[in-house]
């Protein structure tokens, strides 16, 4: 009788309890995510509000007589663009991309647009994937994505080796949107482990603008590769927050408010440190600028602002329950807020009149504050016990270079013979990797040794 008489006690206590999670879920906001960021400086926010025009001019058929450029225009000199690949080009393997020589900012670019609903071929880049498929180098990363990007290595290798040859303080930059900038990073971490291919590049020199990222890498990858790559989110974007593998995103497309939903609260049931502990589990990748341009319980657009870290917990592990959150996805909102948030940020710079000396010291020195940043991410992933961080050697960059040069012998060792038939960047990846036991790709022994 008294165990028949508690049930309505447990009925209530249950029935409070999922009231206080449907509060708190209803009152998280986008803001909540990057609370605690520090704010981004208009010289590192710079390539942003660009990288998102050169993505749009991906679209245009004739740069030369754009039909949709956006206010100013894209910013680019037909007379400069070195090549142009749409879906005919690519045979579907990949998304169109251009590769465009930036002389004005010393600037070699490769844009990649994003998804296109209408092409079969895009959707099974996404479906070419399943939780812990692909490992690289010691991490996991989506298959579809990094098999498409070595598919644009094996196309464009020599023609990136040539102008990174003859303009050899050029930087070069990967920049994407949504399942672009998914191909966008997976080039940047497979350009970065076999840099000799391309003229023994500076690590330093490789750049990659990620908008309105896919989860493309798991947590230790997309820590150790942020002084690489830069990720961009508009506010509420539900395509970074969202665990759900991208291939059954949208093979339940025409359903995808319901899924998220259901996602959102199974992922608010899960605890943190065991989402940290997963290794198959696949994140944003690297530094992360999250635009914040709506404040919660108010009307409107405030004027934006941007926040940037290199968080390893509370990165974007939330979807936000809001009725933007497949609207800030569109490159066109992001590129017009990149853009409003860059000259608020000029106009405050102009404001207090720095001068130049100023500004080349404040340089140096967000440089300096990323790097100590960056190595404390790492540092932190190791407390977290996410699986196979590490942190940054002691001895400094000797090291650094050390382990550089080891992945450079191992990829030379492979094809330094030029009487070797030319190998695809896809057979590299699989010259350097191999299945172990339980069947997931490691590095060969044979070479770690």
């Known amino acids: 009788m008294s165990i028949l008489c508690g049930i309505p006690l447990l009925e209530c206590v249950y029935c409070l309890a999922c009231a206080r999670w449907a509060w708190k879920r209803c009152l998280h906001t986008a803001g909540h995510d990057s609370e605690t960021w520090g704010l981004a400086t208009a010289e590192e926010f710079e ?56 002389h004005d900012h010393a600037d070699i670019v490769l844009a990649i647009r994003g998804l296109n609903l209408a092409k079969e071929s895009d959707y099974q880049l996404l479906l070419d994937n399943k939780l812990g498929k692909k490992k690289f180098d010691g991490g996991y990363v989506h298959n ?45 971490l497979v350009v970065v482990q076999n840099r000799d ?40 974007d539900f395509l970074p927050r969202t665990a759900t593998p991208l291939e059954d995103i949208f093979k339940s497309l025409f359903c995808l408010p319901c899924i998220l939903c259901l996602r959102c609260m199974r992922d608010t049931c899960i605890p943190e440190q065991k989402m940290i502990r997963d290794p198959r589990r696949l994140y944003a990748p690297g530094r992360l600028y999250h635009i914040v341009e709506r404040k919660p319980l108010r009307l409107g657009r405030f004027p934006p602002v941007v926040r ?23 490159i066109i909102w992001i590129e017009k807020e ?21 500004k080349m010291e404040r340089q140096e020195t967000i440089a300096r504050e990323h790097t100590q940043e960056y190595n404390a991410a790492l540092h932190r992933a190791v407390s977290l016990s996410v699986p196979h961080a590490f942190a940054p050697s002691p001895y400094g960059t000797f090291a650094e270079e050390r382990g550089n040069s080891s992945h450079e012998g191992e990829s030379s060792s492979l094809l330094s013979s030029k009487k070797q038939a030319r190998e695809s960047w896809n057979d590299l990846i699989e010259r350097l990797f191999e299945n172990d036991d339980s069947g997931h790709i490691v590095f060969k022994k044979s070479l770690s040794t």
């Open 47 to 102: 390539p942003v509000p660009r990288m998102c025009r050169y993505i749009l001019a991906v679209y245009e058929d004739d740069l030369r007589n754009p039909l949709w450029a956006p206010p100013g225009g894209y910013g680019i000199n037909p007379d400069w663009l070195l090549l142009r690949k749409t879906y005919e080009d690519t045979g579907g393997r990949a998304p169109p991309y251009i590769l465009y020589l930036d």
């Open 197 to 236: 291919q391309l003229a023994n590049i500076d690590r330093k020199r490789v750049r990659c603008y990620a908008i309105a990222p896919a989860r493309c890498m798991s947590l230790n990858l997309a820590v150790r590769y942020a002084d690489v790559i830069n990720s961009v989110v508009l506010q509420d």
């Open 338 to 358: 990149a853009q409003r948030a860059f000259n608020l940020m000029q106009e405050k710079d102009h404001t207090m009149e720095i001068p130049e000396k100023q």
């Open 308 to 330: 940037t870290a290199v968080p390893v917990d509370g990165r974007f592990e939330h979807i936000v329950l809001s009725c933007n959150a497949t609207a800030d996805h569109a």
């Open 144 to 188: 579809g994505l990094l098999k498409a990007a070595g598919r644009v290595l094996d196309e464009e290798c020599e023609v990136l080796k040539h102008q990174v040859e003859k303009y050899p303080n050029y930087t070069l930059t990967f920049a994407g949107h949504s399942l672009g900038s998914g191909v966008a990073a997976m080039l940047a």
